[in-house]
């Protein structure tokens, strides 16, 4: 069973959109992060969030924790080709130690 | 400053062999975790390192281990190699654990099993 779904799975935009990847869990989570993983790297680390309700700023990207810490999610404003990779949220939790969400693939076109 | 090295990039081994992987952290960084990432599964969490104490662990069976050194590198050990351990093995580091706001990734070890 997966503790963090992530969604879309996929996704393929040209570039200049917006878009909102969705990190959702039923469980309390002490903190989120999300990452980014190219091909043949390992992930890096974006943001992390610690505060229900917590909203943070990375030049186009929004990052929000929901208010009961269970859910996340990222906005990217006018998508550029070099944002295309894996996105990745993770979530530590006592009871949970450290869980990964399934993954949201991201596809910008030039 | 330099950072997660890994080594090897690229193993090979035969089913039923034993591997180990070695992690070294960013200089100063105490924590070190381990990671298994498959297309199937996603990333998953191995165990984390403290100070050369294993402090948490993921829900692996007990062919997969780790130790840290007194300089925080980090081994990682699969005993009885299975076809399903091929992945890509990834290691982190970070000042106090995988929560951490600075935490680093290397590259990983693609390990394929035969």
């Known amino acids: 069973t997966q503790l963090l779904e992530q969604s879309p799975q996929f996704l393929s935009i040209q570039e200049g959109e917006n878009l909102t990847v969705y990190c959702n869990s039923s469980?309390?989570?002490?903190?989120l992060q999300w990452y980014r993983q190219e091909p043949g790297e390992g992930p890096v680390l974006l943001v992390t969030?610690?505060?229900?309700?917590e909203v943070k700023k990375l030049k186009r990207l929004t990052f929000q924790f929901g208010d009961a810490r269970k859910d996340s999610s990222l906005h990217i404003t006018a998508a550029q080709p070099g944002d295309t990779g894996l996105y990745l949220c993770?979530?530590?939790?006592?009871?949970?130690?450290?869980?990964f969400g399934t993954g949201t693939r991201l596809k910008v076109l030039a | 400053k330099a950072g997660v090295t890994q080594t090897p990039r690229y193993l090979i081994k035969t089913r039923g062999q034993q591997v180990t992987l070695s992690c070294s952290p960013i200089?100063?960084?105490?924590?070190v975790s381990w990671y298994q990432q498959t297309p199937g599964q996603g990333l998953q969490f191995l165990f984390e390192?403290?100070?050369?104490?294993?402090?948490n662990k993921g829900n692996f069976p007990g062919r997969f281990s780790g130790r840290q050194f007194s300089n925080s590198r980090s081994e990682m050990n699969v005993s009885t190699l299975e076809l399903g351990d091929s992945a890509l093995y990834l290691c982190?580091?970070?000042?106090?654990?995988?929560?951490?706001?600075?935490?680093?990734f290397g590259q990983g070890t693609r390990l394929t099993v035969v």
């Open positions: 469980s309390v989570f002490s903190s």
């Open positions: 993770a979530g530590t939790s006592g009871t949970y130690k450290y869980i």
């Open positions: 390192y403290f100070s050369e104490t294993q402090r």
């Open positions: 982190a580091s970070s000042l106090s654990g995988p929560w951490d706001t600075e935490a680093f």
């Open positions: 200089s100063g960084h105490r924590s």
């Open positions: 969030v610690v505060t229900g309700g």
